[in-house]
């Protein structure tokens, strides 16, 4: 399996401020994706991270609210912009290493207030 | 469009008995994949076991099974001697292979494991 860091953990922020995810892991991969899983619900694709190249945004998702940067084939952020107390959630990446290996990282817990 | 349906929202299990979770699934794709995952109060997603769309035989992981009915569109998971160590959310996702990788999620099932 792959070894997948995520920071913060979890953070609290004030309605309007901006929060940045790091994902880091511990091999090379070429597709990194962002979900989202808001309170009691299952697990949404925000978008994929491909390096080199811009992020691909699933609908309802949309780069001024989400920033991605996939900078090299191991780390990428994830932006929460101008945040709402209806971004509280979990976010999590995950890689796919193969076909049939898709790992997570441990999510970060974040709460607006 | 894709789709996952998970029909349990919660299930109870004795400890040491087995206890199976449904998945049906959507796809008109021929080549997809089914993936199961853990997820305890602490919010991390452990994978648990996969199912390709052309594997012949079902998938086993340890204490997990994976009983793929191909023509049915189901792939429920099947955990033999209950832990107390399993409760838990569990959910089932399809990938599509010519989606670019993402995942579609179920809304997942959350299962209690008595002592």
Redesign the interface.
């Given at each position: 399996?792959a070894v997948i860091s995520q920071k913060p953990s979890r953070d609290i922020c004030q309605r309007g401020t901006s929060l940045t995810i790091q994902c880091q892991v511990d091999s090379q991969v070429t597709?990194m994706?962002w979900y989202r899983?808001q309170p009691g619900?299952?697990?949404?694709?925000i978008a994929?991270a491909n390096q080199g190249s811009e992020a691909?945004y699933?609908s309802g998702f949309v780069i001024d609210k989400f920033p991605i940067s996939r900078p090299n084939l191991t780390f990428s952020t994830l932006t929460v912009s101008n945040m709402s107390p209806e971004d509280s959630s979990?976010y999590?990446c995950?890689v796919?290493r193969e076909?049939?290996?898709?790992?997570?990282?441990?999510?970060t817990?974040l709460t607006v207030l | 469009a894709q789709k996952i349906t998970q029909t349990q929202p919660g299930m109870f299990v004795q400890e040491k008995e087995a206890v199976t979770l449904d998945c049906t699934y959507d796809t008109s794709d021929p080549s997809y994949?089914l993936?199961w995952?853990k997820q305890p109060s602490?919010?991390?997603?452990?994978?648990l076991i996969?199912q390709?769309s052309y594997d012949q035989q079902n998938a086993t992981e340890g204490r997990y099974s994976l009983n793929f009915q191909k023509a049915r569109k189901s792939a429920n998971l099947v955990i033999s001697a209950s832990q107390l160590g399993d409760s838990a959310m569990y959910?089932c996702?399809i990938?599509i292979?010519n989606q670019?990788?993402?995942?579609?999620?179920?809304?997942?099932t959350e299962l209690s494991v008595k002592p």
């Open positions: 399996s597709m994706f899983q619900q299952s697990l949404t694709l994929t691909t699933e979990i999590l995950s796919e076909y049939n290996e898709q790992f997570f990282g441990p999510g817990r | 994949g993936f995952y602490s919010g991390e997603m452990i994978f996969y390709g959910f996702a990938w292979y670019g990788g993402k995942l579609i999620f179920g809304q997942g």
